[in-house]
């Protein structure tokens, strides 16, 4: 098996799980996954639908309640929704609801390697191409092979999906000259420790959801799964119809203000502009191509009025869900099977217990004890908390990546496989040596104190890494590169912070002090 561009192999293209799939099936009962249940992955209104749920996907993960909650909600709502047009079993495992059907199924390509496998593997289920994403199989399948050595740059996916689809054009070229607008939306946060944006619009909890909360808590204590994280209130879209508000409720109070600060942290408000859209498009209930176009709907809307969104908020949201999220998703199946077990900088730690169980009170650290906090209340923190708070002290202090995979997977709402494998392994933890991201996301405190309100009160100081109140995130950040020094030597992007260890006369005593500090709650 030989290397392929971007770290897959070859041996992938063969897999079955990869092959091409035939597009529609209307005559056919459509079987369709806990996260396929917005309209788009029928063929026809009145199609047939199978949905099953499952009690063992539960069991074999410690999940956050409150996605176990959004998942079940979600997988009961469409079925009432559907009604007779849908066969619903609640089971053990979908193998005992599959022995019960005796008609033929469909069912669109799942979003993981193991849902694949067991679809192909049953008899009578024809498997169909996947859907809830902006670009094809075919569509990145022919844009990495014309690449040919180059690497597969998300920026550059990016824009030949905006080319593919005509989002933001103007002549041919990108609206406002550029592509990319990313700089300009790097501010810190407002002076004043507010949001630029209103309060998000939350859906309000039905007698579904009270029945959802009745059989968690019943499971919770038969002992048949256990749980992380606080309960409830409910807080994201069950219904196409919920989501659909949500989107609306976005685009008219908040994605004009969403651009500038979407990198920063404030620890009185941790909605700030976002969209909160990712749990409706990863279970479905939104097309991502939908989304995009109602996006530039209102762009165009706004400047032909004569006062127009600006342009970084609108093409910064919509290069999150049709460049970002499209690519992540194309690079999941691109890099194989094994990728997840990629572990470059050599990170064998195990998820401190404190981490795993959300156990914000433990830690002193006010960004840590913060990002955690929210976490366990509301299952969901935007990306920069994600990637420079949480992944940044994993990779810091040597956690295992396929483990840190596995917890970022469980421990938020909108969290599945495809998402955080490529996210976590590639991206947060450089597992892949490079593959995704051409340099390590470390920082130390400096950058936290820039991009946030949480150091002023902290009881560490951002600024020294040497001492009682050294900050664990820049004396982290030392000991991290004496630790991967020569792992890190070909990366040319890393030379300088390399050459600054040995500008360090106190670096053995901050290794040592790391060493000694280990996971313990910082």
Same mark, same amino acid.
């Given at each position: 098996?030989?290397?392929?561009?971007?770290?897959?192999?070859?041996?992938?293209?063969?897999?079955?799980?990869?092959?091409?799939?035939?597009?529609?099936?209307?005559?056919?009962?459509?079987?369709?996954?806990?996260?396929?249940?917005?309209?788009?992955?029928?063929?026809?209104?009145?199609?047939?639908?199978?949905?099953?749920?499952?009690?063992? $996907?539960?069991?074999?993960?410690?999940?956050?309640?409150?996605?176990?909650?959004?998942?079940?909600?979600?997988?009961?709502?469409? !079925?009432?929704?559907?009604?007779?047009? !849908?066969?619903?079993?609640?089971?053990?495992?979908? %193998?005992?609801?599959?022995?019960?059907?005796?008609?033929?199924?469909?069912?669109?390509?799942?979003?993981?390697?193991?849902?694949?496998?067991?679809?192909? /593997?049953?008899?009578? &289920? *024809? &498997? @169909?191409?996947?859907?809830?994403?902006?670009?094809?199989?075919?569509?990145?399948?022919?844009? +990495?092979?014309?690449?040919?050595?180059?690497?597969?740059?998300?920026?550059?996916?990016?824009?030949?999906?905006? =080319?593919?689809?005509?989002?933001?054009?103007?002549? %041919?070229?990108?609206?406002?000259?550029?592509?990319?607008?990313?700089?300009?939306?790097?501010?810190?946060?407002?002076? #004043?420790?507010?949001?630029?944006?209103?309060?998000?619009?939350?859906?309000?909890?039905?007698?579904?959801?009270?029945?959802?909360?009745?059989?968690? #808590? /019943?499971?919770?204590?038969?002992?048949?799964?256990?749980?992380?994280?606080?309960?409830?209130?409910?807080?994201?879209? &069950?219904?196409?119809?919920? !989501?659909?508000?949500?989107? /609306?409720?976005?685009?008219?109070?908040?994605?004009?203000?969403?651009?500038?600060?979407?990198?920063?942290?404030?620890?009185?408000?941790?909605?700030?502009?976002?969209?909160?859209?990712?749990?409706?498009?990863?279970? %479905?209930?939104?097309?991502?191509?939908?989304?995009?176009?109602? +996006?530039?709907?209102?762009?165009?809307?706004?400047?032909?009025?004569?006062?127009?969104?600006?342009?970084?908020?609108?093409?910064?949201?919509? =290069?999150?869900?049709?460049?970002?999220?499209?690519?992540?998703?194309?690079?999941?199946?691109?890099?194989?099977?094994?990728?997840?077990?990629?572990?470059?900088? !050599?990170?064998?730690?195990?998820?401190?217990?404190?981490?795993?169980?959300?156990?914000?009170?433990?830690?002193?650290?006010?960004?840590?004890?913060?990002?955690?906090?929210?976490?366990?209340?509301?299952?969901?923190?935007?990306?920069?908390?994600?990637?420079?708070?949480?992944?940044?002290?994993?990779?810091?202090?040597?956690?295992?990546?396929?483990?840190?995979?596995?917890?970022?997977?469980?421990?938020? $709402?909108?969290?599945?496989?495809?998402?955080?494998? +490529?996210?976590?392994?590639?991206?947060?933890?450089?597992?892949? %040596?490079?593959? *995704?991201?051409?340099?390590?996301?470390?920082?130390?405190?400096?950058?936290?104190?820039?991009?946030?309100?949480?150091?002023?009160?902290?009881?560490?100081?951002?600024?020294?890494?040497?001492?009682?109140?050294?900050?664990?995130?820049?004396?982290?950040?030392?000991?991290? @590169?004496? /630790?991967?020094?020569?792992?890190?030597?070909?990366?040319?992007?890393?030379?300088?912070? @390399?050459?600054?260890?040995?500008? @360090?006369?106190?670096?053995?005593?901050?290794?040592?002090?790391?060493?000694?500090?280990?996971?313990?709650?910082?």
């Amino acid at each position: 098996m030989t290397e392929r561009a971007n770290g897959g192999t070859d041996g992938d293209a063969a897999d079955p799980a990869l092959a091409d799939f035939p597009e529609r099936a209307p005559e056919t009962r459509r079987w369709c996954f806990a996260d396929q249940l917005g309209p788009h992955f029928l063929d026809g209104a009145q199609q047939p639908v199978l949905l099953i749920e499952s009690r063992a $996907v539960f069991a074999r993960r410690r999940f956050h309640r409150q996605k176990a909650h959004l998942i079940l909600s979600a997988l009961r709502h469409r !079925a009432a929704e559907l009604g007779e047009q !849908a066969e619903f079993h609640r089971v053990g495992t979908y %193998g005992e609801a599959l022995d019960r059907v005796r008609e033929p199924l469909s069912v669109c390509a799942p979003t993981s390697w193991g849902s694949r496998d067991l679809v192909l /593997r049953r008899p009578g &289920v *024809l &498997v @169909l191409g996947a859907r809830g994403f902006v670009s094809s199989r075919g569509d990145f399948t022919a844009w +990495a092979a014309g690449r040919g050595r180059q690497r597969l740059l998300m920026e550059d996916f990016y824009r030949d999906a905006r =080319r593919r689809h005509g989002v933001l054009l103007d002549g %041919g070229g990108p609206v406002g000259g550029r592509w990319n607008f990313d700089e300009e939306n790097r501010q810190p946060p407002p002076a #004043d420790g507010r949001s630029p944006a209103p309060a998000p619009w939350w859906p309000e909890e039905d007698e579904i959801d009270q029945e959802v909360r009745a059989d968690l #808590d /019943r499971w919770a204590a038969d002992g048949d799964v256990s749980f992380v994280g606080d309960d409830g209130p409910r807080l994201f879209p &069950v219904t196409r119809q919920e !989501a659909l508000h949500r989107l /609306r409720d976005f685009l008219d109070s908040r994605l004009g203000v969403f651009g500038p600060y979407e990198d920063a942290m404030l620890r009185d408000e941790r909605w700030l502009a976002h969209s909160l859209l990712s749990p409706s498009l990863n279970l %479905g209930l939104l097309d991502p191509l939908e989304v995009v176009n109602r +996006a530039e709907e209102r762009y165009r809307d706004s400047a032909a009025q004569g006062d127009p969104l600006p342009l970084n908020s609108v093409e910064g949201f919509v =290069r999150q869900v049709m460049g970002w999220r499209d690519y992540i998703w194309h690079m999941y199946w691109h890099l194989g099977r094994d990728f997840r077990h990629r572990n470059h900088l !050599a990170a064998h730690a195990g998820v401190p217990g404190w981490m795993a169980g959300l156990e914000d009170t433990a830690v002193d650290a006010a960004c840590l004890s913060d990002v955690l906090g929210d976490l366990r209340r509301d299952g969901w923190v935007h990306h920069i908390p994600r990637l420079m708070v949480l992944g940044n002290y994993a990779l810091q202090r040597g956690i295992d990546p396929s483990a840190m995979t596995d917890w970022f997977h469980e421990s938020f $709402v909108d969290g599945y496989e495809w998402v955080m494998v +490529a996210n976590v392994v590639g991206m947060s933890q450089h597992a892949d %040596g490079g593959v *995704l991201a051409t340099k390590p996301y470390a920082s130390g405190g400096a950058y936290i104190d820039r991009m946030s309100d949480y150091c002023g009160g902290c009881r560490y100081d951002p600024r020294k890494r040497l001492g009682e109140d050294a900050c664990p995130f820049t004396a982290g950040y030392w000991a991290f @590169l004496d /630790r991967t020094r020569e792992r890190l030597a070909g990366n040319h992007r890393m030379r300088r912070p @390399l050459q600054g260890l040995d500008r @360090l006369a106190d670096l053995p005593a901050v290794v040592q002090q790391e060493r000694l500090r280990g996971t313990e709650p910082p």
